[in-house]
């Protein structure tokens, strides 16, 4: 469903976006833009609120937030979370759950089809999405088995990653947020995943990308590297940024001076 | 007066002069309490009443290589009576003898079932599929299965009746003899689905010789009142017991009992239990397993999952071990409460709605428990086992629509 930019607002806006976890202030106030196509690194040490952000843009019932956050100019915040993914925001987990006794195949159909749905698209037959999906695995280095097996049951931690980037594959997103998705993936899996941001990159969807792998960040040409810290982007950069925290690491390269949103 | 009915009757006095009804003080029963011995009984008039034709059991033929021999016997005529009753337990004094001797008071006959070994050791199993309904108000139906030494048979098993069909109060008493030689495989599917003022109670009596392997997967709805009791007792070395049930529960009562009594060595046994209720449901699920002297290296799993979807509902999740050998392995555990959010958001942020997304991981873990049980998901769709647990969810989970299709 990726689209091209259409407007001057940038793809994903977030201004101020606050959360809390029970009782507990994670993020307190972060800023920043993404356009159509454009990729962002976000990086931070463990714990400074990486995926809290991730989640909290995506709906995670039990935060707290406030501040702003609009995709396409749509208030993301009001949406339930269906809602957030049906307008394009497709979140990449960390660690993807188990749903036993779910075919993978039933569940990624049933889901593309209700997104499809709710955009007036009719739906795909059981045929033809059997055959993207397995395009799709293919691609990815997914074995067509784990199509018919229970969503993510017994995958290991490479294949349930492979599994996440088929269905971000499948579903083309507005914007995707891809949470350590380099973790548990081999080289042929990185490259795999390089090649289908980059190709993804070129119709329109805007990625944001939290990892601590230089390498793949390096292959991945982003746009720019935003530092979280104490809550809020405390630095952004391009590629030098990532090499200098990557030598330096979090603790001896402490922020610059935060450089103005979207920068 | 013949024996069948000296027996019915003094089994009747037992229970109703002689204060043989009690279950108020035993523990498995605390939370969901029977009825009294009257309903179970019916009056005198019931035992003067013709047999049901077959008593309400229908099968199909199985079209395996290895014939079983399937007989309905009148428990009134004396020598189909004896082999009626042939290597039957007397009923005892155990706990649920008291439904035992309601049993023996009002059985008036039985279906009779040997499997024999197929000459081809590749053969497929026989396939059984029984059906028990009728239109009896009150009724004692009885099933007995043999399974020769090598026999491989897979059992399908239907207790219910379309609304309209047949009582909607009615009671029934049903005892399951199930009797694996040494090596016999029986893999059993399980539904009862009874109407919701129908009062249930069944009994499996399960014996597992040497090497003798009994799988059981089950879809149980409640009603009235709903007991599902199992009792496995592991007689032969070798043995392995493999039992999951799905206990769906709206406003009625269901009380799912497990006895594993492992008294041979490295014997193993799983019983597992998924219990959804919403409303004012009471749902029940004692899972106990007794390894006794001597049955050194048994292997006992249990697992509770007990999850509220709707409403206030109550669930007891009891698992149990009484272990009276020292070189055992045991693992239980249980879950109540909690619907899996993770699973839920991740299905939500694929863009499903939040009812779609709790379906589609209800139906899920349904499903896999049953396939877990029966260990072969071909097995699952032949048997209809997973059509049946959709079916059921989803009337389970519309009530309000299920409702209106039943009004038409």
Redesign the interface.
Known sequence: MNQAKTSGEPLLSVRKLQVDIAGKRVLRSVDFDVDAGELVVLMGANGSGKSTLALAL????RYEVSGTAHLGGQDLLEL???A???AGL??S?QA???????KNNL??R???N??RA?RGEPEIDAYDFLGQAKAGAKRLGLPDAMLAR?VNEGFSGGERKRNELL?LAL?KPRVALLDEIDSGLDVDGVRALVDLITEMRAQGTAFVVVSHYLHMIEMLEPDRVLRLQDGCISESGDLELARSITAQGFAAAPARQAAPVGA | MDAARSEALAARAQLLEQGGWQFRRLEAFRFVAPPPAETWLGDETVLDAPAVPNGGWTWEPSDAAAKPDIRWLDAADTSQRSALLERLPQPGEDAVAPFAWAHRALCKGGLRIRVPKAADPDAAPVMLRLRQSSSEAVEAPLLVVELEPGAHCVLVEEHGQAAGAGPEEAVRNLQVHLLLAEGARLQHWRQVQPQAGQRVAHHLNVHLDAGAFYAQAMLATGSAYHLQRAHVVFDGEGAEARLGSVLLSDARQLDRQVRMIHAAPRSTSTARALALARGKALVAADLYAHVRPGAEDADIHQHLAGIPTAGSPRLVMRPQLEIEHDAVQAAHGTTWGRL????I??????????A??LS??L???????V?RALADERLCETVGALQALDEALNRYLSPAQAQERRDG
Do not use: C, K, N, Y
């Not at chain 2, 958001?345 to 939040?354: C, K, S, T, V, Y």
């Not at chain 2, 899920?364 to 428990?369: H, K, N, S």
């Open positions: 995506a709906g995670h019932p339930p979370v269906e957030r993914a049906r497709f979140l987990f993807p759950p188990d749903i036993p006794g779910v569940f990624i049933t889901a593309l209700a997104q709710s229970p269905q579903f | 899996p959010d993770e699973a958001f991740f299905a939500r942020q694929r863009g499903l709605d939040e779609t997304a589609l991981i139906h899920g873990m349904a499903a896999a428990e396939v």
